[in-house]
């Protein structure tokens, strides 16, 4: 028994007064504001959990099909470069039913429209009528969507995705490349030679990235500066 003997808890004796009788209003406050503030956070935190092994999931029923096989290396290879895993579903949204529900619940969440209410019916990506309308159509909306994305975190995915302030990292381009290529063998019921298809590729994602890239460069100056002060 230590020197101070026992202590023991227990409600304030008579005549006393309990210590949160004897805090003050502002103390009060600021407790009950810390105490809401943890809260908040652990229910983010478990959110944010639940969101992040639904995406796992659903990019994992993605992989379980023999057809999309191919792609697991260099899902894996973005995931090793931290890439938000909600780009990568916007990615494969062209293709997969799953993934396009979890872009268009990802939309829910912000509170904002789904890209088929917002895109241009006007615009053609092809010249010449060489797309079928509604081929057109459900790929204006992906690019949509994957500019709706970016637009949310875009700091976070061009650092993961940029290796310097104008390239892409070829997994993106690969990855991209041949979710394009089986959009085509779905709904033109014809293949995009490769020799196509990255031309094709590379220019989308630039119309996609290049509003963004002052970021990147933005990001550079600053980590040389840094560079420079130390």
Not at 134 to 161: A, G
Request: proline share 3%; with cysteine.
């Amino acid at each position: 028994m230590s020197e101070l003997g026992d202590f023991e808890l227990g409600p304030p004796q008579e005549g006393g007064e309990s210590a949160q009788e004897g805090l003050s209003e502002a103390a009060k406050s600021r407790f009950a504001a810390s105490a809401k503030a943890m809260k908040d956070q652990r229910k983010k935190e478990k959110q944010a959990k639940k969101k992040d092994d639904q995406v796992a999931k659903t990019i994992i029923q993605f992989l379980h099909e023999d057809k999309y096989s191919h792609l697991f290396a260099l899902i894996s290879k973005l995931v090793a470069r931290n890439c938000p895993s909600i780009f990568v579903l916007a990615i494969l949204s062209l293709i997969n039913e799953d993934c396009l529900k979890a872009v268009q619940e990802y939309f829910k969440e912000h509170e904002e429209p789904n890209a088929h209410e917002t895109v241009d019916e006007s615009m053609s990506l092809f010249e010449g009528g060489k797309l079928e309308e509604q081929s057109n159509r459900l790929l204006i909306e992906w690019i949509t969507r994957l500019q709706m994305v970016l637009t949310h975190d875009p700091e976070r995915i061009l650092h993961s995705l940029l290796v310097d302030e104008k390239h892409l990292d070829g997994s993106v381009l690969q990855l991209t490349i041949f979710v394009l290529q089986e959009f085509f063998r779905k709904e033109e019921k014809k293949d995009l030679p490769y020799e196509k298809a990255q031309p094709l590729t590379a220019s989308i994602l630039q119309t996609i990235f290049e509003p963004f890239l002052h970021i990147a460069k933005k990001k550079a100056l600053e980590s040389g500066k840094e560079e420079e002060d130390e």
